[in-house]
């Protein structure tokens, strides 16, 4: 037997099957038992702890009764009594000591005289010791049969290991044993309120070491989202606070990190009349100082390299599938395209995440996601080459490429040198486009690796399709042959998960098995039909499935019998619901990649739906099993959508829902747009990243419904959102098909696009590109005076980017103007520090810039204004202020994400530490500046990194170091075509002389 107490009480057996314990006082017993770790437990104190102060007549027989029945459940070996009381055997063979035959419950009839023995401390125990009641050899033969001891047991091992990745992966599989709050049954009980406590506190200690070892591997941004929630319900525990800190800092977040410690300093004022302790008071400072030990570690970090989400639960029935698409994904396996094809809810997504997870630690560049359900069945090989570089987060760099018409090349190239696995989800309806985007990937790409989920392979060279069948279905034979089915033990786990305490036994082991024959052990079948459970028994539920697949309307001509098996379940499953609730699973599927509660409720509401009814009526949908629930967010399952996409139509709703879903998106994404230049500016950008496939989804729409009024209005208010995360070329892509767009639009709107388009092209074009005649102004036209003065300001500095000074200046001189007349302070602000930063003269137009940004609490703007300043003060010759505004800056680019802002302000500071002769400060900035160029594709920056660390190790006299370095690049410059560095690599290797032959 193994026992759960980390969490609500669980038994199972050898073979890890759910063992029910009936009755909530032998749980409690049981518990009880349990608390005491195997240790005596006198009969007056187990009544005592049963009934409190209320113990029924004839007490000791009462506690004999429930002692017989916890034996049959547990068997009559596994509960002993001796001299000192009862006590539960957590082992067998030399530990198993009676004092005369145990299974006789007539020999319990003195269990009253035992209160004697309470303390007597023959089995190694002083009262309740809780877990420690089984310690030395006797403990290490129960760990395996208590998850508390276990969990214990884990901890000590990752204490006792070195290596900061392995540490992690200890303490990760330690915490991953708590189901909930441990004894969650007798939480209330006096008797465990003790272990409890001990539990918990054991839990949080682990939590922080865990969180110790994932910043020593780099886990920082994962880090700082992720233990914000649980700082906010232990606000004084330092060491986590510290933990939380760190993870700040590391992700730019320096600000948040410093304002952490205060709070921590306000709550333990407050609360205990204390100050933080010496500890996170030098943290403190030493983040105050942005000392070079705060920061991130060289070592790589798998979380930090992919995106794939965290199971939400195991892996059931697919282990040896898993195990042989793992095989294929070897990095020096011949397979490098491996395709999973299967009907729709058959699990290939679930099959391919988890041999995706076992394949992380194999691949040195991370193991990616890609969703492609989003992308309409139009979409061109570029479409998805795109979805890939947002994903790898490439964008940023991308947007430095001028006349990057071809994205797929550019990936190509951007990957070229990477070890990586990319898995591409959902591509049945995009076959023609992902088989080319997969052939040039892997021509080009040595190293990496495609994993796709379809239900049709690409039938290109080299692919290995591997067909993902149904669960395995039950043979016709005992119960325990039964529970071995994958089939049974998914369907199984969910209905224990929609009806507590169901467990598969001899009585309803038979229905089970015909439940999932009836459904061809297709995992979505089996989810949609457990929750059934609730109301229905196994036996009933069987029957009900008998009668619902024998009746001819189920019958679908044309389709497969197993497809015809999904669809008559998802028949089922919408006849059982509400007209109400038909109505919302049908709405939601325009949401191309779910939605949050507001959404849902704007869609899926109506004159006859109130808005206020749609919360009740999601949460419906969830507990069926119809809509997924990942956060804030409610998805539909592939086969689901599609289904309710019939559905849809039938009602003769798809027209008028869509145009809700467009409008929608149209006004969320205006909305958004003004916050994105205020304090809010980082939590848009996250909103905004979410809902970025349903405003392509409704953008499309927009565009093949030519409604071109709400196809303007749309990439009018995202096209500031594409500037800052760099994606331009999504950007003139939709600028182009919203004025494309048939319909009518006001002229006012189709003029701001055209400006938005002409900024967007100067900035994505060669220096060759057209320039608007002297006299022009491409923002005439647009009636909002605020919103043309700041494109005056946007397609002035993208001509100014592209060598055209006098006609830049002279636009972003007007757009002062008018920013100025319409009391614009950020319009004001983006125009005075534009000027500042191409014109030498005073600092007060930054100075203004700056502090009007910092008004508006817009951080890309304080970025701005700060390399303005920055560059004012070097050419005033004020070094010391010019590397602490570089700084400044450098911080602001992380925590913004700007990763080639990020590598020029490291580049900066590096050519400052030469000048000062800080060799090894140089090399350490240097370095940094190559990591995030590598890691970024940003070939421009690896180049200079290169050539700095060049240059860094010829200042400590390693000439062969350098020379490695300026080396590297020149290659690179030759290669990437950046004949300006080139030129600069060959005058560095030049100045390495006298050495012949340099």
């Known amino acids: ?25 032998v ?17 007056d104190r187990l009544i005592e702890d049963l009934w409190a102060s209320d113990p029924p007549g004839g007490s000791a027989n009462t506690l004999q009764t429930k002692v017989s029945q916890l034996r049959r459940v547990l068997g009559r070996e596994r509960v002993v009594r001796e001299p000192a009381g009862y006590r539960l055997l957590l082992t067998d063979g030399a530990n198993n000591r009676t004092n005369g035959p145990n299974g006789n419950d007539g020999n319990d009839s003195t269990d009253s005289t035992d209160s004697t023995d309470s303390t007597d401390g023959t089995d190694g125990t002083d009262g309740p010791q809780g877990t420690h009641g089984t310690h030395g050899t006797h403990r290490n033969g129960v760990v395996g049969t208590v998850d508390a001891l276990e969990f214990e047991e884990l901890a000590e091992r990752a204490r006792a290991h070195r290596e900061p990745a392995v540490k992690a992966g200890l303490f990760a599989e330690a915490l991953a044993l708590w189901r909930g709050p441990a004894y969650a049954d007798v939480a209330e009980s006096l008797f465990a309120r003790g272990e409890i406590t001990r539990l918990e506190e054991l839990r949080l200690a682990v939590v922080e070491e865990h969180a110790e070892a994932r910043l020593a591997v780099g886990e920082h941004m994962a880090l700082a989202a992720e233990l914000g929630a649980l700082v906010g319900r232990h606000p004084l525990r330092e060491r986590l606070r510290m933990a939380h800190m760190r993870a700040l800092y590391r992700a730019g977040r320096q600000g948040d990190a410093l304002r952490s410690f205060q709070d921590l300093r306000r709550e333990l004022a407050e609360e205990l009349g204390a100050s933080p302790g010496p500890e996170a008071s030098a943290l403190h400072e030493a983040i105050l100082r942005q000392e070079t030990e705060l920061a991130t570690p060289a070592v790589g970090s798998l979380s930090c390299r992919t995106n794939l989400p965290a199971p939400l639960t195991p892996l059931i029935g697919r282990r040896e599938a898993a195990g042989q698409v793992l095989a294929r994904l070897d990095p020096g396996a011949d397979t490098r395209l491996v395709t999973l094809t299967g009907l729709g809810g058959v699990g290939k997504t679930r099959l391919a995440l988890a041999a995706a997870h076992e394949a992380s630690g194999r691949f040195a560049d991370g193991v990616w996601l890609v969703e492609l359900a989003g992308l309409g069945a139009t979409s061109a090989p570029d479409d998805i080459a795109e979805r890939v570089i947002t994903t790898l987060g490439l964008c940023d760099t991308a947007a430095t490429e001028p006349d990057l018409d071809d994205l797929v090349g550019w990936l190509c190239r951007a990957v070229a040198d990477r070890e990586l696995l990319i898995l591409l989800d959902n591509c049945e309806h995009l076959v023609e486009p992902v088989a080319v985007l997969a052939g040039a990937v892997l021509s080009a790409v040595p190293s990496a690796h495609l994993l796709l989920t379809s239900q049709e392979p690409l039938d290109i060279p080299g692919e290995a399709v591997r067909p993902v069948p149904p669960l395995t279905l039950p043979e016709h034979a005992g119960p325990a042959a039964i529970a071995r089915s994958g089939a049974v033990e998914l369907f199984v786990q969910r209905a224990a998960a929609a009806a507590p305490g169901f467990v598969l036994d001899a009585d309803n082991a038979e229905a089970v098995a015909t439940i999932c024959r009836r459904l061809d052990g297709i995992p979505l079948a089996l989810e949609l039909v457990a929750s059934r459970l609730r109301t229905l028994s196994p036996h009933e539920l069987a029957d009900r499935l008998d009668d619902r697949f024998a009746r001819p ?13 999904l669809r008559g379940m998802l028949d089922w499953s919408w006849q059982l619901l509400t007209e109400d609730e038909r109505t919302v699973l049908r709405r939601l599927v325009v949401h191309a990649d779910g939605c949050v509660m507001a959404s849902a409720q704007a869609v899926c509401s109506d004159a006859g739906l109130d808005a206020g009814r749609i919360p009740d009526l999601l949460s419906r949908l969830v507990d069926r099993s119809l809509v997924v629930r990942e956060g804030d967010r409610f998805r539909l399952l592939e086969s689901v959508a599609a289904y309710g996409a019939e559905r849809l139509v039938e009602a003769g709703e798809e027209t008028a829902v869509r145009a809700r879903f467009v409008t929608h998106c149209t006004e969320l994404a205006e909305r958004e747009s003004e916050r994105l230049r205020g304090p809010d500016q980082r939590r848009c950008l996250e909103r905004l990243d979410a809902e970025t496939v349903n405003l392509r989804r409704a953008l499309d729409l927009a565009v093949a419904r030519d409604t071109a009024g709400c196809a303007v209005r749309l990439v009018n208010a995202q096209a500031w959102y594409w500037f800052l995360r760099g994606r331009l070329t999504e950007a003139r892509r939709s600028l182009r098909a919203a004025l494309a767009a048939g319909g009518e639009a006001a002229p006012a709107a189709r003029a701001a696009a055209r400006a938005w388009l002409a900024g967007i092209e100067l900035r994505t074009s060669g220096a ?25 300001w946007f397609v002035g500095t993208g001509l100014t980017g592209g060598g055209h000074h006098r006609e830049g200046r002279r636009l972003v001189e007007a757009g002062l103007a008018g920013a100025r007349a319409a009391r614009d302070h950020w319009g004001e602000a983006a125009a005075l520090v534009e000027l500042a930063s191409h014109a030498p003269g005073p600092e007060a137009s930054a100075e203004l810039g700056a502090a009007l940004f910092a008004e508006a609490g817009d951080r890309w703007g304080r970025l701005r204004a700060t390399r303005a300043l920055a560059l004012a003060a070097e050419r005033g010759g004020d070094g010391v202020r010019a590397e602490r505004l570089h700084r400044e800056g450098l911080h602001m680019a992380e925590e913004l994400g700007l990763w080639t802002e990020v590598v020029e302000a490291l580049t900066w500071l590096g050519r400052t530490a030469l000048a000062d002769g800080r060799a090894e400060r140089a090399t350490e900035l240097y370095g940094r500046a190559l990591s995030v160029s590598a890691e970024r594709a940003y070939s421009a920056g690896e180049i200079r990194a290169e050539i700095g660390l060049g240059q860094a190790a010829r200042l400590r006299g390693d000439r062969d170091a350098a020379r490695r370095h300026l080396n590297r690049a020149r290659a690179k410059s030759r290669t990437s075509g950046h004949a300006a560095h080139a030129a600069h690599a060959e005058t560095a290797l030049a100045e390495l002389d006298p050495l012949p032959g340099a």
């Open 553 to 565: 309307d189920v019958r679908v001509r044309g389709l497969p019998d197993r497809q015809r098996t």
């Open 1 to 25: 037997m193994r026992y759960g107490v980390l969490g609500p009480l669980a038994v199972w057996d050898a073979e890890g099957r759910p063992v029910r314990v009936p009755e909530a006082k």
């Open 27 to 43: 749980r409690a017993l049981l518990a009880d038992l349990l608390v005491h770790g195997g240790g005596p437990v006198p009969a």
């Open 768 to 792: 060759g590109t057209a320039v608007a005649p002297a006299g022009d102004d491409p923002t005439a036209g647009v009636e909002d005076t605020v919103l043309r003065a700041r494109l005056q």
